[in-house]
């Protein structure tokens, strides 16, 4: 169980009312979603502008990789997933390790990126990550070359990957 703190807060009426319909939607208490909005806040949202990451529409992400090769893509994919992820969880974990890597896709790319999302299992001593996604075909060379190298430079592991449509499934030995 999680500890909590009790904390009083003054907020515009209209805000008030905002996150009342908000949680009605969600089915959710307002606690429960202020919660969501605090935690959102502090694991991403306060790193957005020193990490250097901006909000893009996914049609213009779509179109920018149609217009690119497959070649092209997948080697985009791996020069950048040599170097952004790196500085980036060094930033914002403070140290590379397994964990820090897998939460960086996690949370980074998926649940506040919102470029997928994520699902992990461990069976027979392999890491299965599934990542779905809605960026096509090319969408998932690019997440084929960016994973694999964010793999490679940070933790020195190999993985196998298979693509589809629209998911990225990576196989690493545990």
């Known amino acids: 169980m999680v500890n909590s703190v009790t904390r009083s807060f003054r907020i515009d009426d209209n ?11 969600m089915g959710i208490s307002v606690n429960a979603l202020v919660n969501v909005v605090i ?16 909000v893009i529409n996914r049609e ?11 070649n092209e893509i997948y080697q985009i994919g791996v020069s950048l997933g040599s170097i952004i992820p790196k500085d980036t969880i060094l930033f914002w974990r403070k140290e590379l ?11 980074i790319i998926c649940r506040y990126g919102l470029l997928g999302t994520y699902d992990e299992i461990t069976q027979n001593n392999v ?4 990542i779905r996604h809605r960026l096509g075909k090319k969408g998932s060379i690019f997440f084929n070359g960016y994973l694999k190298s964010t793999l490679q430079s940070t933790l020195g592991l190999d993985s196998k990957f298979e693509l589809t449509e ?5 196989q690493i030995d545990a």
Do not use: C, G, P, Q
């Open 166 to 170: 629209s998911s990225v499934k990576i």
């Open 60 to 70: 213009i992400l779509t179109i920018l990789l149609e217009s690119l090769n497959e």
């Open 97 to 107: 390790s397994h964990i820090t890597v897998f939460e960086y896709f996690e949370k």
């Open 39 to 54: 935690k959102r806040y502090s694991e991403f949202i306060r790193f957005l502008s020193k990490i250097d990451m901006v």
């Open 15 to 25: 805000l008030s009312k905002i996150l009342d319909e908000e949680a009605e939607k």
């Open 127 to 130: 890491k299965i990550i599934v």
